[in-house]
Antibody
Framework: QVQLVESGGILVKAGGSLRLSCAAS????????MSWIRQAPGKGLEWVSN????????DYADSVEGRFTISRDNAKKSLYLQIHSLRAEDTAVYYC??????????????WGQGTLVTVSS | DIQMTQSPPSLSASVGDRVTITCQASQDISDHLNWYQQKPGKAPKLLIFDASNLQTGVPSRFSGSGSGTDFTFIISSLQPEDIATYYC?????????FGPGTKVDVK
């Protein structure tokens, strides 16, 4: 069965950096776009970034463009999110999600359990 | 960016009631609209994709309709396990956006 397991969430000071990881299993990882989606405490969902199956194409939300970098290692079946210049507003649970195959991408059919990033000022 | 609105922000209904949630996009998104359920402390779960298609394994009491800018999500007979927040999400534009959510409680 499809499994996505995030890790790397920590308490970090504003201005710092960290890398989140997502380990995938149960499907042909390199066939799928993958995404990061976050949720601030008590708030709604915010899409953060996408990456194509081969890693060539990426997209970012305006709120994170230039500070976040999405990447993947298909040999390790792993997805990553490198975050720099952390701000208080980056405090959130970060989910990795699989993007369903389709003519137009954008359906998140499987989600991990999330990893919490807390940014202190 | 495409903005998504949902109404109501929250609702309380009795077991067996029909529950209706609406979602509106700031511009035409065709049928590029999904619905997710998020239970407290859990990850979201895909219920409906392409506005009206039920994801495999999702009970048939859930349904969706609409196209363009106006969409509707219905729970035909509310069950206790349906207590959750429901989100719509557009994918017409690569900068995907979610609605603010509708919190559903059982009376």
């Amino acid at each position: 069965q499809v499994q996505l397991v995030e890790s790397g969430g920590i308490l970090v000071k504003a201005g710092g950096s960290l890398r989140l990881s997502c380990a995938a299993s149960g499907f042909n990882f390199n066939d799928y776009y993958m995404s990061w989606i976050r949720q601030a405490p008590g708030k709604g969902l915010e899409w953060v970034s996408n990456i194509s199956g081969g890693g060539k194409y990426t997209d970012y939300a305006d709120s994170v463009e230039g500070r976040f970098t999405i990447s993947r290692d298909n040999a390790k079946k792993s997805l990553y999110l490198q975050i720099h210049s952390l701000r208080a507003e980056d405090t959130a649970v970060y989910y990795c999600a699989r993007v369903a195959v389709g003519v137009i991408i954008g359906v998140f059919d499987y989600w991990g359990q999330g990893t919490l990033v807390t940014v202190s000022s | 960016d495409i903005q998504m609105t949902q109404s109501p922000p929250s609702l309380s209904a009795s077991v067996g009631d029909r529950v209706t949630i609406t979602c509106q996009a700031s511009q035409d998104i065709s049928d590029h609209l999904n619905w997710y359920q998020q239970k407290p402390g859990k990850a979201p779960k895909l219920l409906i994709f392409d506005a009206s298609n039920l994801q495999t394994g999702v009970p048939s009491r859930f349904s969706g309709s609409g196209s363009g800018t106006d969409f509707t999500f219905i729970i035909s007979s509310l069950q206790p396990e349906d207590i959750a927040t429901y989100y719509c999400q557009q994918y017409d534009n690569p900068l995907f956006t979610f609605g603010p959510g509708t919190k559903v409680d059982v009376k």
